[in-house]
């Protein structure tokens, strides 16, 4: 069974840090991975998508890289800001019926 | 694209109520999720739709918990009747047939159980 995990569970850094958030994964016969954030409150927004061919995607200051041979992802966050706290998730779709498998997240505070 | 529309944002209810959340898919898609998450628990996947049909509810937590999908764009999330460790955040989230598409998460709806 895929099983998915982040670490740290939390995080707090100074503005204008780079950070990097973990992601691994049991299984690596999976479809894509995608990187999520959720404000308090809120639903979760998507940020990144990357297929399983794929070794990473950018989007402005995210960068999130695929090793799937060793079941691990990493966020990159450049130049944090204190509008980037908030949780992030990542997920994995595999398996015969096109499943998500979710971590618990990484909650980062961006201090000013 | 609207997205996916779920309804209501907010549900207050008393324990023992029958209560009802809706979901509107993207139009075109062909899975539907339904998500509980709490505090406790984290993101909890309840059941999952592939073209209108219920392919994995091994997540519902008790008989007390229905979910139908009549039609492509419409799907409901029962719980009958309900108690306060229901409340929780229930998500709505659908994706396209593709097997390497994204999923879309609603807003979510809060429901409390007093």
């Known amino acids: 069974k895929q099983e998915v995990t982040q670490i740290p569970a939390a995080l707090s850094v100074p503005e204008g840090e780079n950070l990097v958030l973990n992601c691994s994964f049991t299984d690596s016969a999976i479809y894509n991975l995608q990187w999520f954030r959720q404000d308090p409150g809120k639903g979760l927004t998507s940020l990144l998508l990357i297929q399983s061919s794929q070794r990473e995607q950018t989007s402005g200051r995210l960068n999130a890289s695929l090793d799937k041979s060793s079941g691990r992802s990493t966020l990159y966050i450049a130049a944090s800001q204190p509008g980037d706290s908030a949780t992030y998730l990542c997920?994995?779709?595999?398996?015969?019926?096109?499943?998500?498998?979710f971590g618990s997240g990484t909650k980062l505070n961006v201090k000013p | 694209d609207a997205g996916v529309i779920q309804s209501p944002r907010h549900e207050v209810t008393e324990m023992g109520q029958e209560v009802t959340l809706r979901c509107k898919p993207i139009s075109g898609h062909d899975y539907l999720f339904w998500y509980r998450q709490t505090m406790m628990r984290g993101l909890e996947l309840l059941i999952y739709?592939?073209?209108?049909?219920?392919?994995?509810d091994s997540g519902m937590p008790e008989d007390r918990f229905s979910a139908k999908m009549p039609n492509a764009s419409f799907s409901t999330l029962k719980i009958q009747p309900s108690e306060p460790r229901d409340s929780a955040v229930y998500f709505c989230?659908?994706?396209?047939?593709?097997?390497?598409?994204?999923?879309?998460f609603g807003n979510g709806t809060r429901l409390t159980v007093t």
């Open positions: 739709f592939n073209n209108n049909v219920p392919i994995d």
């Open positions: 997920a994995v779709r595999a398996g015969n019926f096109n499943k998500f498998y």
């Open positions: 989230a659908s994706s396209p047939g593709v097997y390497n598409s994204p999923l879309h």
